[in-house]
């Protein structure tokens, strides 16, 4: 299985749509990998109706709805916006993230 770019807990920038320029931290990878769900990023309301068995109550809730990976970029701190990733190799034969434009490792 191939090394994902861009993880839960990862601080990522939003590159596209009504959500650009925002940052916020990745909340979870939905499971084909392809798509995230980002903290306060493309929040949508949903109307809910109570459910007093699960204990549940009614009313509008906002929902941060998921929003695809190439629509994202892992923030770097060094340059104060989105970088692309990369994979490196390292010595021990362990394969790291790196920042295409500085080549920092990203996870130590």
Known sequence: MAMRRIRKGDEVVVLAGRNRGQRGRVLSVVVDGNRVVVEGVNVAKRHTKANPQKGTSGGIIEKEMPIHVSNVA??????????????????????????KSTGEVVDL
């Open 74 to 99: 892992l923030f770097n701190p060094v340059t104060g916006g989105g970088d692309r990733i990369g994979v490196k190799k390292m010595e021990d034969g362990r394969k790291v993230r790196v920042f």
